[in-house]
């Protein structure tokens, strides 16, 4: 492989892993709470239809953005009310968004674009374009750091940059401010925090809309940034493998990053076998090579779901004592 093939891969690793990245870190903020989330695959699916319907009605990728946020921070309040407010199973609420999810696209874009659940494909100012950071054209032509910097590092939407500055950003939430701290002690000793005077379930709201944002970035990446509008079922599982990504890096931001990183290049290297005849194994299908980014995540939890170790709170209902 020379240099150019290996920094396409390198490019198409980050703009695939993109996605990956908005939604595990979503689930980082809810699940250090104590709030688990499998529903960041119903969030991220209903922010992709509600970005790419507003962006396709009018013509602007930043309001189809903010339409998108919108509708994923509704989705996590009605799993807050569900799991917070009214101390519901926090997995079948999950599971519930996801199916509503699911639906309501499939229902609402047939009844508002009649093009079989789709969008229209958008144009112009309804999607994200690429970004040139500056001198990328001038220093093309410099061996090894001109490719890396014009040909990887510039040309990237923009909300590729906003999500690996999220990392470090994330990072200094919850390891340097009260806020973290806090966010931190409820996922871990709800009572303690109740008895210092704060509430537990302001913070896990916080969380929760916190969460929503995210995934609201994450969905509105993949219709006006990856693609050019919206299709049935295209979050495709990411929400799963965003999940199981946070899983494998025991909901640490970097780690985090490296996780969705691995299963970003995974998928790009899936792409680019497809069809290829490849040394003693011959042509691998087609199927089996689209079902590799999922085989990976079974075989990650399956292997890891018992060493990690997730908030010693998460998942029960916090009941404040009398």
């Not at 079948?92 to 509503?100: C, D």
């Not at 990392?167 to 009572?191: C, D, H, I, K, S």
């Not at 990053?257 to 497809?274: K, N, P, T």
Request: charged share 10%; aromatic share 10%.
């Amino acid at each position: 492989m020379d240099l150019s093939s290996f920094l396409d891969l390198i490019d198409s690793t980050i703009r695939l892993s993109t996605p990956l990245l908005f939604a595990a870190l979503a689930g980082l903020y809810s699940e250090r709470s104590g709030i688990f989330d499998i529903s960041l695959e119903g969030k991220m699916l209903i922010a992709a239809f509600a970005s790419a319907s507003a962006a396709a009605v009018w013509g602007s990728v930043v309001l189809g953005l903010c339409v998108g946020i919108l509708a994923s921070i509704a989705f996590s309040l009605v799993h807050g009310v569900a799991s917070i407010t009214y101390r519901g199973n926090q997995i079948v609420s999950g599971v519930a968004i996801n199916f509503i999810a699911a639906g309501l696209t499939i229902i609402l874009g047939q009844s508002w674009f009649g093009q079989g659940g789709r969008t229209p494909s958008l144009f112009g100012g309804g999607r994200f374009t690429a970004v040139n950071l500056p001198g990328a054209e001038a220093i093309r032509d410099v061996p090894v750091i001109g490719p890396i910097y014009s040909g990887v590092l510039s040309g990237q939407t923009p909300l590729v940059y906003v999500a690996f500055l999220m990392v470090p950003l994330t990072w200094w939430v919850l390891f340097r401010t009260r806020f973290g701290l806090r966010l931190r002690a409820v996922g871990e000793n709800p009572a303690a925090v109740d008895t210092a005077g704060i509430s537990v379930t302001w913070l896990r709201y916080r969380a929760v809309i916190i969460c929503g944002v995210l995934c609201g970035f994450a969905g509105a990446y993949l219709s006006t940034g990856q693609a050019a509008g919206f299709t049935r079922d295209m979050t495709a599982g990411k929400g799963y493998i965003a999940l199981a990504a946070l899983i494998f890096a025991n909901w640490k931001p970097v780690p985090v990053m490296f996780a969705c990183l691995l299963f970003g290049f995974l998928d790009a290297v899936s792409i680019r076998v497809q069809g290829v005849d490849l040394p003693l194994v011959g042509q691998v299908s087609v199927q089996f090579v689209q079902a590799l980014p999922y085989i990976l995540t079974v075989v990650l939890l399956a292997g890891f779901v018992g060493k990690a170790t997730p908030p010693r709170a998460g998942g029960v209902p916090y009941v404040k004592e009398r």
